[in-house]
C-alpha cells in the first residue's frame, strides 16, 4: 500500500488549503482513510476520516464544521478540505490507510500504512 500525499504550504490565517492523498495497493475491503496531524513536540492527532464502504465521515472537534474529508474513488484520492486555519492547525499533516474502527474510528493505532507527510504552515 502506498500513499502519496500533497497540497501543504504556507497559508495566512483565515486561509483555506485543500490536501490530497493519492492511495494505491489496497487490496482489503472496508478500509478507513485518516488524516493525522503532529506539531512539533506534540503527540499525533486524529483529526478526520472516511470509510471506504459508506464514505461516512468522521471529524475532531478541533476541526469539526473546518474541515472536510471526501474521497473520489475513480482517483483513488482522498482530499482534506481545510478552511478558517489558525495557528493551532500548524503540523505535519499525514494520510493513513487501517481498518475502520467504528467506535473510535481516528485511533493512530488502527492506521497500518502511512504517508510521508506534508507540511501546513499557517502565519499571521
Known amino acids: 500500500v502506498q500513499l502519496v500525499e500533497s497540497g501543504g504550504g504556507l497559508v495566512q490565517t483565515g486561509g483555506s488549503l485543500r490536501l490530497s492523498c493519492i492511495i494505491s495497493?489496497?487490496?482489503?475491503?472496508?478500509?478507513?482513510v485518516g488524516w493525522f496531524r503532529q506539531a512539533p513536540g506534540a503527540v499525533r492527532e486524529g483529526i478526520a476520516c472516511i470509510s471506504s464502504s459508506d464514505g461516512s465521515t468522521y471529524a475532531a472537534d478541533s476541526v469539526k464544521g473546518r474541515f472536510t474529508v471526501s474521497k473520489d474513488n475513480a482517483k483513488s484520492t482522498v482530499y482534506l478540505e481545510m478552511n478558517s486555519l489558525n495557528d493551532d492547525d500548524t503540523a505535519v499533516y499525514y494520510c493513513a490507510v487501517g481498518s475502520f474502527v467504528r467506535a473510535s474510528p481516528m485511533q493512530p493505532l488502527w492506521y497500518n500504512f502511512w504517508g510521508q507527510g506534508t507540511q501546513v504552515t499557517v502565519s499571521s
Open positions: 495497493g489496497v487490496t482489503f475491503d472496508d478500509y478507513a
